[in-house]
């Protein structure tokens, strides 16, 4: 493929591909031979002649769906050879690899991420171990956002969203998260309606909640953005979606914010929330479930702050990051080195370095062409370290 070293992938990475194609190589050429051997001797017999074609037809079947394999990695490696896209993913690689790689041994084993770009409005994730067509595992994280988050990327959080899908199930967060929701909603005295309905909502609460925890107010600033939506989407809720509704999913985040830092800018946001999203114009058979829900995320809050899980050595979500070092303050105090000299991010990881521009981009003092401009510069910054990630 013969991807510029600057933006290439690992060696290790580029390892793990290939051995995965000679896997299936090897098994293709091995169920060949096998039938070979037993049709090719007897080959002039009409029924040996129906064997081996049928093989063949087969073996070429399978082969299509091999190389979905194929064409998902040139897909998303091609677009690394584009000269300003390329260093642009590299620099969101580094970003996923930050929120994911964390103190605890579930979390040694993955593989980098892959970030790349696709249509349509959401981010996702493919993670690690899904089977692809033809029964190969895929070999490490893909995550794809949109190609407008390049454009706007103080709303890179996306990114990090997609990264909690994949630390949640490898921690073994996905399955006893609904469990103790379903306590902490037991003992406030919520109805079952509610305690299943926030134990389906798990599988997108939690990397919402682990995108706050990597970078803050960024996470809740993106949110409330990309989320404002039509009443009609923003009030729906299916007992076959595992998103919330986004009205509630906003207020989460807000509440997350108040019982980490008290009052603050979100104090703001949750008030024009609530003036662009009056409860009265959900549909009327969902506003009464709206309602309760509601009253339910400080229960929904402390739970994810204050659970110690198992699965985490009886550390809370929150142990695994440093909050503090996200007060909105200290951000604060960092974005306005901004005004006087060049932002002085040293000593940051790179989601605290998002929640910092992301701060910025909040004030107001920079358009939207500057803050592209200096958050440009930062991403392909990062890119640059896109070799060192092992």
Not at 63 to 87: C, H, I, N, W
Not at 133 to 139: E, K, L, Q, Y
Not at 344 to 357: E, I, N, T
Request: net charge neutral; with cysteine; proline share 7%.
């Amino acid at each position: 493929m013969a991807l510029p070293p600057e933006h290439d992938i690992t060696k290790r990475q580029w390892s793990i591909l290939e051995s995965q194609l000679s896997l299936v190589e090897t098994r293709f050429l091995s169920q060949l031979k096998r039938g070979s051997r037993e049709h090719l001797p007897n080959i002039q017999t009409p029924e040996s002649m129906r064997q081996l074609n049928a093989l063949f037809g087969e073996i070429e079947l399978e082969m299509s769906k091999a190389f979905t394999f194929f064409d998902t990695y040139t897909d998303v490696l091609t677009q690394r050879l584009t000269p300003e896209l390329g260093p642009l993913l590299s620099g969101c690689d580094v970003l996923a690899w930050d929120a994911i790689r964390k103190d605890h041994p579930a979390l040694a084993i993955v593989e980098p991420p892959l970030v790349y770009c696709d249509r349509g409005f959401g981010a996702s994730v493919l993670r690690e171990g899904v089977l692809l067509p033809g029964h190969a595992p895929n070999p490490m994280p893909l995550i794809q956002i949109p190609y407008s988050r390049l454009k706007e990327k103080y709303n890179l959080t996306s990114v990090l969203h997609e990264a909690g899908h994949e630390a949640m199930v490898r921690l073994g967060l996905v399955s006893t998260m609904p469990k103790a929701f379903r306590y902490a909603l037991t003992r406030a005295g919520a109805p079952d309606t509610i305690k299943e309905l926030f134990a389906i909502w798990t599988s997108e609460i939690g990397p919402d909640f682990w995108a706050f925890c990597a970078s803050g107010i960024a996470q809740v600033a993106t949110i409330k953005e990309i989320l404002a939506l039509p009443p009609s989407h923003v009030f729906r809720i299916t007992w076959m979606d595992p998103h919330p509704s986004p009205y509630l999913r906003v207020l989460l985040s807000f509440e997350w914010c108040r019982q980490v830092w008290g009052r603050g800018e979100w104090d703001k946001w949750e008030k024009e929330w609530l003036e662009l999203y009056l409860l009265e114009d959900a549909p009327v058979e969902t506003q009464e479930l709206i309602r309760k829900a509601r009253a339910y995320l400080p229960v929904i809050a402390r739970a994810l702050l204050q659970t110690k899980f198992r699965v985490l050595n009886r550390k809370t979500i929150p142990d695994l990051f440093n909050l503090d070092t996200l007060a909105p303050a200290e951000l604060q105090r960092v974005a306005k080195t901004a005004e006087s000299s060049a932002l002085y991010l040293k000593g940051l990881s790179p989601c605290k370095q998002l929640a910092v521009f992301r701060l910025i981009r909040e004030q107001g003092k920079l358009t939207e062409e500057g803050i592209d401009g200096i958050m440009t510069k930062w991403l392909l910054k990062l890119g640059e370290k896109r070799r060192d990630l092992n």
